[in-house]
């Protein structure tokens, strides 16, 4: 005598199937918005003396990159205080900050760091106080900078 309960399991196994399938595009990302009307598109300005690249981004960039940024404040004398998490290292060690001087752009500036104490960089040179610093994000504008037209 042949069991009939493989026959039973198979509408449950179709139905789990059916609720798989229909499921997969809800989980796939969610695809690009497209830029805002009449937004310039990002770009790379690189200074041909000092090297250094002025970024321009777009809204949906900085949002996309989620950055931060915070003034940087007066220290004692010529000191400036920057947050720890604006400052970068280079592969030769210099450290560099990325300053936000108008909406959506962002340039790099060299600092001196003349210590770091409890989350706190003591500058003695850098931007001035005031001067805003990415904080959050800073490691992906140097991404930008060196690795565009790759």
Same mark, same amino acid.
Request: positive net charge; glycine residues 10%.
């Given at each position: 005598?042949?069991?009939?309960?493989?026959?039973?399991?198979?509408?449950?196994? /179709?139905? +789990?199937? !059916?609720?798989? =399938?229909?499921?997969?595009?809800?989980?796939?990302?969610?695809? /690009?918005?497209?830029? !805002?009307?009449?937004?310039?598109? /990002?770009?790379?300005?690189?200074?041909?003396?000092?090297?250094?690249?002025?970024?321009?981004?777009?809204?949906?960039?900085?949002?996309?990159?989620?950055?931060?940024?915070?003034? +940087?404040?007066?220290?004692?004398?010529?000191? +400036?205080?920057?947050?720890?998490?604006?400052?970068?290292?280079?592969?030769?060690?210099?450290?560099? @900050?990325?300053?936000?001087?108008?909406?959506?752009?962002?340039?790099?500036?060299?600092?001196? =760091?003349?210590?770091?104490?409890?989350?706190?960089?003591?500058?003695?040179?850098?931007?001035?106080?005031?001067?805003? @610093? +990415?904080?959050?994000?800073? !490691?992906?504008?140097?991404?930008?900078?060196?690795?565009?037209?790759?």
């Amino acid at each position: 005598m042949t069991s009939h309960k493989p026959q039973r399991r198979l509408p449950l196994a /179709a139905a +789990v199937c !059916a609720a798989l =399938v229909f499921s997969l595009p809800a989980c796939a990302a969610p695809a /690009a918005a497209p830029a !805002a009307v009449g937004e310039a598109p /990002a770009k790379v300005e690189k200074n041909a003396t000092t090297g250094i690249a002025k970024l321009t981004l777009t809204q949906r960039g900085v949002d996309r990159l989620e950055l931060k940024t915070e003034p +940087v404040t007066a220290g004692t004398g010529t000191e +400036v205080l920057i947050n720890y998490g604006a400052l970068m290292y280079d592969a030769n060690g210099k450290t560099w @900050v990325y300053t936000n001087p108008a909406p959506r752009v962002y340039q790099r500036q060299e600092v001196t =760091v003349g210590k770091v104490e409890a989350g706190v960089v003591t500058a003695t040179a850098g931007p001035p106080a005031g001067t805003l @610093v +990415v904080t959050v994000g800073a !490691a992906e504008l140097f991404g930008a900078e060196f690795n565009t037209g790759k």
